[in-house]
């Protein structure tokens, strides 16, 4: 007891006692204790890409893109059995796609993974964690080139080529960075011959 | 068409694999819980004192009963509970810190523990001569220092004492 000050209300989610709608939002949603994070979807909307790169993105890490796998399972009749796991990452044109872009930045060494990994662990060590952003917005906008050949070669017909894929991503990156980041004022030809060093003017 | 990604995931935080919209039911609950903690928690205003004379009482219940009240009002007794009652998420979630004991109801509201001392000791409340009142009604102030007072229907059994304690 106290006589000199008011008896006050506390709300008892925050340490001060002071009421916030967020708080109040996240206790109607239950999202107090931290359940399902998964660190690659932090690690996806950080990555420097355009918004239409970046759901086609979210929506493989989530399996929700509607790969033959994914339309078998929801009735529709189509006749092969692939998976986004397949598609982007195990399937031979994938795998060039990777190693041309590791290529591309001067590095040897692609393994295959699971997907989430393999979005994790698409990181330069030279860079800094800004820089990696914009890294891996390459990787999204790979993961976009690829659909869209495969949309390409399934509706229309051909042949899937991991060069114009490649070709297709970098150019797609160039024109985000050219737009988006602050001092990116190279041609296109030069991003694709020093790729590191557009990469550094990211600060 | 088919639906790829449901709402509930869609409404998820962009960090948990949804693309963090809002849930506009529960985020209506919470902007209406506000309105609801600054009638409880301020002192008063012009504001207050309107909404109060048009309404009966800050924590909801009226002389009229909530029927005939404004769709907000009864909105927010809805989300936010009405006069004491302990239960509901926003009632969990609120308590007192007493001061000079003005405001708090003894066995009511919560403020000792996480539960109203109503609710955690019944069979003294039962028994209690001072149901309703404000813990600065309970004992008095003597040089200084306060001395609890409580009152009680009957001389009680040696057990019920040692609960006070």
Redesign the interface.
Known sequence: ?????????????DPK?A?S??S??Q???K?ITI????SA??VL?QAKAMPKALITA??V??D???TNANLIR?G?PVDSQETSQHLFIDCAVAQRVWSGCYHWVGIVGVQSMEIRNHLENFYLIHLSSKQNQVWRGVWVVIIRSIWEQRNQVVFKGGVPDPKEILQNAQLLSWLWLKYKAIGFVYTFSYWILNPNKCILVVL | MIVWVSLENVCKPCEEGGLGVKETRNFNSALLAKWKWRLLSEAGGKWKEILISIYGSETGRSHVGLKYQSWWWRDLAKVCGEGDQEEGWFRKDIGWKVGDGSRVKLWEYVWLQSSSLKSMFSRLYSLSLDQGKRVGEVGTWEEGRWRFQPNWRRERFEWESKMEK
């Not at chain 1, 007891?1 to 989610?13: A, G, P, T």
Request: hydrophobic residues 45%; glycine residues 8%.
């Open positions: 007891m106290c006589q000199e000050i008011q008896d006050r209300l506390v709300w008892r989610e006692g009421f709608v967020k109040a939002y206790i109607l949603t999202r359940g399902s994070l998964d979807y932090g909307w979210w929506r890490l989530l929700r893109l509607s929801r529709v």
